[in-house]
C-alpha cells in the first residue's frame, strides 16, 4: 500500500531531530549548512552521521576535505539556521557574519556554538537524494554546558519526507 506524499511529510516530520550547523572545507573553501540529519552512529570509536543533500556545496566540500564540524546552537538562538540554508559567504573569518576558527581538521568551528564535533569522514553511503557521511570525532568542546541545543521543534522548518518537485 503507496502512502500519500502528504502523509509521508507528516510522518517523517513527527520524527525528533536536532538541528545543527554542519561545517565543511575543502582547500581555501568553507561552507556551512543547517541540517536536521545528525545522529551518534557508535561508541566505540564515537562516530557521527550526518546525512547531505547530493546536490549541495556541502556534499563536494566533504567529499573533498574529508571532514566536518557539527556545531549545536542554543535553542533560544534558532534564527542562525535561516542564514545557512543556501551556500555561506566567507569574509574576514567569518561565515555569513558568524565567527569561525579552524578546528584540528580544518572545517570551520563556529566561535557562537554552544558545543561542536570535529569529525574525519571515516565512511560515505550513497543513498538515494542524499549521502551519509559517517565521521569519526577527534576534537570537540562545550561552550556553554547550560544551554539546550536546538531541535527541528524549536523553528517552524521541515525537512524530509518525499522529494519537493
Request: net charge negative; glycine share 8%.
Amino acid at each position: 500500500m503507496a502512502l500519500e506524499d502528504e502523509l509521508l511529510n507528516r510522518l517523517t516530520w513527527k520524527i525528533p531531530n536536532a538541528l545543527v550547523l554542519v561545517g565543511s572545507r575543502a582547500g581555501d573553501e568553507r561552507n556551512a549548512m543547517t541540517t536536521s540529519w545528525v545522529t551518534q552512529l557508535s561508541m566505540e570509536p564515537v562516530l557521527i552521521g550526518v546525512g547531505v543533500d547530493n546536490t549541495a556545496v556541502t556534499h563536494r566540500l566533504i567529499t573533498e576535505g574529508g571532514s566536518f564540524t557539527v556545531n549545536l546552537w542554543d535553542a533560544e538562538e534558532t534564527r542562525v539556521f535561516v542564514k545557512f540554508s543556501k551556500p555561506a559567504s566567507f569574509e574576514n573569518g567569518a561565515l555569513n557574519g558568524r565567527a569561525i576558527r579552524e578546528a584540528t581538521t580544518g572545517a570551520p568551528v563556529f566561535d557562537d556554538a554552544i558545543a561542536w564535533l570535529d569529525c574525519e569522514v571515516r565512511e560515505k553511503f550513497e543513498l538515494g537524494t542524499h549521502t551519509l557521511f559517517v565521521g569519526e570525532v577527534v576534537d570537540g568542546a562545550i561552550r556553554d554546558d547550560e544551554a539546550r541545543a536546538a531541535s527541528m521543534s524549536d523553528t517552524r522548518m521541515k525537512y524530509g519526507g518525499v522529494k519537493r518537485h
